[in-house]
């Protein structure tokens, strides 16, 4: 942990969220950097159409180290965004986990059957998303805290 009380930054972290609504994003940047300091970059879309043409663009030296996906976007996006990002050589073993504030037994099931390494329930939680990182391994390395950079 820093001075701050935040864990240790993973050097270089790159995350691409898909959500929605602008105050879940600045909730899952903030949570984010709770955990894993300010050595992250953010990618962020804002809708399952924005996701679906970006995630094919990804390289082995450009693709994130994790994906966080609202898993109720508008016209059943959520599913969508999942289902491509495991259908894609580049992208097909990072973590992926679903955020959603709907815990339907379906919806959670079905998110496994797609892929996803985790579902967690909204509002984030710091405790929750360290305890996942940590079991799918998502942290790679331990650094010191640098940057953070927001692209949409």
């Known amino acids: 942990m820093d001075n701050d009380g935040n864990d240790q930054a993973a050097a270089g972290v790159r995350i691409f969220l898909v959500e929605d609504n602008p105050d879940h994003v600045f909730i899952a940047l903030t949570v984010m950097r709770q955990v894993l300091g300010d050595a992250i970059e953010m990618l962020h879309a804002q809708s399952a159409e924005e996701a679906l043409e970006m995630i094919p663009r990804?390289?082995?030296?450009?693709?994130?180290?994790?994906?966080?996906?609202?898993?109720?976007?508008?016209e059943n996006g959520g599913f969508s965004v999942l289902a491509a990002i495991r259908g894609s050589e580049v992208c097909s073993g990072i973590p992926l986990f679903v955020v959603t504030s709907?815990?339907?037994?379906?919806?959670?099931?079905?998110?496994?059957?797609?892929?996803a390494s985790a579902v967690l329930s909204k509002p984030l939680s710091r405790a929750r998303l360290r305890e996942?990182?940590?079991?799918?391994?998502?942290?790679?390395t331990l650094g010191t805290v640098t940057q953070t950079t927001y692209r949409h």
Do not use: H, N
């Not at 996942?132 to 790679?140: M, N």
């Open 102 to 115: 709907s815990m339907y037994d379906r919806d959670i099931a079905q998110s496994y059957e797609l892929g």
């Open 132 to 140: 996942e990182l940590t079991r799918v391994g998502a942290i790679p």
């Open 58 to 74: 990804f390289t082995e030296s450009d693709r994130p180290d994790l994906f966080l996906i609202d898993l109720r976007l508008p």
